[in-house]
């Protein structure tokens, strides 16, 4: 049998019809394509794709049991490394990670591993089988972790098997972090997906507290002294939006991508009036920035109902942080990108609303400090770009709400907070953090990575404090 060099087509929406809704995009591999799919792995026996994920997935084995027809046994051997297998299977970039080391991406394309892991994740979901609570021993520790985002949930869930009492405390009114405020429900869906791997979690042991701000309601301090814990682990992501301070931000009619995508994810502005949450979209939309956020920003703007949707990038395609399965799904659906370009000035009506954006053509120097060819302003060759919304996704830091409130943790002067690599041990004894909060805006699956290497790094440390 001839070996297939292509993957296998991932059935999507048609572009004219999705660009209009707020329905899943990529709609998963059946059975069949998903064992034709597995049949392309060549099961190498030193197998350079588990090297590429950060959570140490067993992918020759899982896929392996794909090729037998045995999920059930597939999805129980990625759950053993990785908490949120239907998420991962959606939003990683496995191109840079897992299916990056495959030797098939040699001479053809790699094995599609995120579909493969997408497809086991909903197999499961889909029987919707009842989850054995784990028993706790009388005398278990408690761990309380701060953010019920990926790195937060990882951490809890690992915690959980262990043995440890886990709570988590969040911020927000639902639990998921940047899975439920930031992703769109058309990559990934919250009812169907993201609620139900969080329930999940619970009906394991964990305790969820929504509406929980650590540093307001409680310190860090309070967790391990009059309340109880034993250790704590921060995975509060990066939060705060960044601007370029051009004149002209503070117009109406300009978002963070923060804002813009909280008001649509979490709080259901696609949804109006059914929720009670409006947004003001232009017919005119410049999204300025590069990176998934960006895309997922110009995209969204697409099905609220604008007319012309540009992204402004001051780099060049080749540098495009954002995967490019969605720069492809983006211009599938019509987004237009106005690359070497960078935004000097928004400019404002009378009445204070957006009517322009003014840019300057750049091109590309040397190489910067992060390997990239640094963008450099062509004199004179600013001109305006006729919109009515700016959405600026250049990127996100950290809230400093923790680490302002907690005595004898450092952060470094970015204000991420300061932790080991392996451990995520902080400055201060008992006190983990892993994820954006520490690295800056990164990868679900990085911060998941995080959390996983916090739990057994706080295991060992409760252990050897008994």
């Avoid at 059914?274 to 099905?303: C, E, F, Q, W, Y």
Wanted: glycine fraction near 10%; proline fraction near 5%; charge should be negative.
């Amino acid at each position: 049998m001839a070996l297939v060099m292509t993957k296998h087509k991932m059935p999507e929406q048609d572009p004219q019809v999705r660009a209009r809704n707020f329905q899943e995009v990529a709609l998963g591999y059946d059975e069949e394509t998903a064992v034709a799919e597995a049949n392309r792995c060549l099961g190498c026996k030193v197998p350079k794709c588990r090297q590429g994920c950060p959570v140490q997935v067993n992918i020759p084995a899982f896929i392996g049991k794909i090729k037998e027809r045995d999920f059930d046994e597939a999805i129980r051997i990625v759950k053993e490394s990785n908490s949120l297998p239907a998420v991962c299977g959606r939003v990683c970039p496995q191109e840079n990670q897992c299916e990056k080391h495959c030797v098939m991406g040699i001479k053809g394309e790699p094995v599609g591993i995120g579909r493969l892991e997408r497809f086991v994740a909903d197999y499961q979901l889909a029987k919707n089988e009842e989850i054995k609570p784990i028993q706790f021993a009388e005398d278990a520790q408690k761990v309380a972790v701060i953010g019920a985002g990926p790195s937060g949930l990882s951490c809890a869930g690992d915690l959980a098997k262990l043995g440890y009492k886990v709570t988590i405390f969040e911020a927000l009114h639902v639990a998921g972090g940047v899975l439920s405020y930031g992703i769109p429900e058309f990559r990934l869906p919250k009812e169907k997906i993201v609620k139900r791997e969080v329930e999940n979690l619970q009906k394991l042991g964990v305790t969820i507290e929504v509406n929980a701000i650590a540093g307001r309601l409680f310190t860090v301090d309070e967790l391990l002294g009059e309340m109880g814990f034993d250790a704590v682990y921060v995975g509060t992501g990066a939060g705060l939006p960044h601007f370029m301070h051009i004149p002209g931000e503070n117009l109406n009619g300009v978002y963070s991508s923060n804002e813009f995508l909280t008001r649509c994810n979490l709080m259901k502005a696609y949804d109006f009036p059914n929720h009670a949450t409006p947004i003001a979209i232009g017919k005119n939309v410049a999204v300025v920035g590069g990176g998934n956020v960006a895309m997922d920003a110009a995209r969204t703007s697409l099905r609220l109902g604008a007319e012309n949707v540009y992204i402004v990038y001051r780099r060049s395609e080749a540098e495009l942080p954002a995967r490019a399965e969605e720069v492809h799904h983006a211009k599938e659906e019509g987004i237009q990108f106005k690359l070497l370009n960078n935004p000097v000035e928004i400019l404002g009506d009378e009445n204070g609303w957006v009517k322009g954006l003014r840019c300057i053509r750049m091109e590309l120097g040397e190489p910067d400090a992060s390997g990239r060819r640094r963008p450099v302003a062509v004199e004179g060759s600013e001109f305006e770009l006729a919109v009515d919304t700016v959405i600026m996704a250049i990127g996100n830091g950290p809230n400093p709400i923790v680490a302002s409130t907690t005595p004898g943790m450092d952060t470094n002067k970015r204000g991420n907070i300061i932790a080991d690599e392996e451990t995520c041990a902080t400055t201060k004894e008992g006190v983990f953090a892993g994820g954006d909060i520490v690295t800056g805006a990164a990868t679900v699956i990085l911060a998941m990575g995080a959390g996983k290497k916090a739990a057994a790094a706080i295991d060992a440390y409760l252990k050897a404090k008994k």
